[in-house]
């Protein structure tokens, strides 16, 4: 079974920063036999990594794990911008927006915001799966109103079921 990831404080990696000016020369991967005695088990890619970075973990909140900013970025950042406002002024108009509806015009504005040359040189494949709607409903606080077939009954067979 591998070995599961462990996150590091932002605390430690200054430690291993100050470390690598003082004693490590300024060569990160110096640090690793030296802290690896100490018990770390960090990689010299990480250590490399942290002397990259190490403005930015010098300046953050030594309580957190993460610098501000990681993780991953949404991939369509500007079409679901517009893809959200297509769905409120939609909403507006008392029209109808399905799940099939929201997948095709994302699609369509994904490849509308996409030029040639970006396609060749970075082919991304978007698919507008199910999962892709219901996150991107999730992310944008969306709901789709359920149907009922309560409109097709009279108002006399309504009044008898309340």
């Known amino acids: 079974m591998p ?7 932002i605390s430690l990696k200054q430690q291993a920063i100050d470390w690598i000016e003082s004693k490590g020369g ?3 991967s ?3 036999p030296h802290f690896r005695q100490l018990g770390w088990r960090v990689s010299a890619s990480a250590y490399r990594k942290w002397w990259r970075d190490r403005d930015q973990i010098r300046t953050e909140s030594v309580a957190r794990f993460r610098l501000f900013g990681g993780g991953r970025k949404p991939l369509l950042g500007v079409v679901e911008d517009e893809l959200v406002d297509l769905l409120y002024d939609k909403r ?5 927006a399905t799940r099939e509806w929201i997948a095709s015009t994302a699609i369509a504005l994904f490849q509308a915001s996409r030029t040639e040359k970006q396609h060749e040189d970075d082919p991304i494949r978007f698919v507008a799966s ?9 992310r944008n606080c969306l709901t789709l109103r359920k149907r009922t077939n309560l409109t097709t009954l009279g108002d006399d067979e309504l009044v008898e079921r309340a």
């Not at 070995?3 to 404080?9: G, H, I, L, T």
């Not at 999962?131 to 999730?138: N, R, T």
């Open 3 to 9: 070995a599961q990831r462990k996150s590091v404080e």
């Open 26 to 28: 300024g060569i990160p």
């Open 30 to 32: 110096r640090a690793e």
């Open 92 to 96: 507006l108009r008392k029209e109808k």
């Open 130 to 138: 199910d999962p892709w709607v219901q996150g991107f409903m999730k």
